[in-house]
């Protein structure tokens, strides 16, 4: 799970844990203002191995998605505001690093990549029309134009054969 400490990310991975089953590799840069609060009472779960890492440091990520049988990638510097405050680390996050994820969860055989997308792909819709994921996207903000690119070259490397999913959620908080 990328972005495993975030509002999303600790909710799933504690979720996640619940199954007796189910082990869980929780990635996080944990420098956003929240730092790890959404895991900090997990940190030590005997299933829950916790790496603060940069979701752009692929030399890290690796060896991870070796092991792994799926990938959530959450990460990514979320919302327009966030977004127009550092656009270069906006991209650098939300395009590049996660078309490296994409390509370096082939590369590792994972069998399946659930990737963590924003409704805000379709932008400004006519309100008389019902949108479904079908819908033409028209991404009015930064935001959901690094989305959109990410959902695109996923639907193109359909990740090394693999399964994938793509979810476009609303406004979670």
């Known amino acids: 799970v990328t972005g495993a400490a975030g509002y999303g990310g600790g909710a799933l991975t504690r979720r996640l844990l619940a199954g007796e089953a189910t082990n869980v590799i929780g990635v996080?840069?944990?420098?956003m203002a929240h730092g790890d609060q959404g895991v900090r009472e997990l940190i030590g779960h005997p299933r829950l191995e916790f790496v603060q890492a940069d979701v752009r440091d692929l030399?890290?990520?690796?060896?991870?998605?070796?092991r792994s049988d799926a990938v959530v990638h959450l990460a990514a510097i979320v919302g327009d505001p966030a977004g127009k405050r550092d656009p270069g680390l906006t991209r650098s996050i939300n395009i590049d690093a996660s078309?490296?994820?994409?390509?370096?969860?082939?590369?590792?055989?994972?069998?399946?990549?659930?990737?963590v997308s924003t409704c805000s792909n379709y932008g400004v819709s006519d309100t008389s029309t019902l949108v479904t994921e079908d819908a033409e996207l028209n991404p009015v903000s930064l935001y959901a134009e690094t989305k959109v690119a990410v959902q695109r070259h996923l639907a193109e490397q359909a990740n090394g054969g693999r399964g994938y999913t793509a979810l476009r959620l609303a406004t979670v908080y």
């Open 28 to 31: 996080d840069w944990c420098r």
């Open 59 to 66: 030399d890290t990520l690796r060896p991870l998605l070796s």
């Open 99 to 115: 078309t490296n994820l994409i390509d370096a969860s082939g590369e590792a055989d994972v069998d399946h990549l659930v990737f």
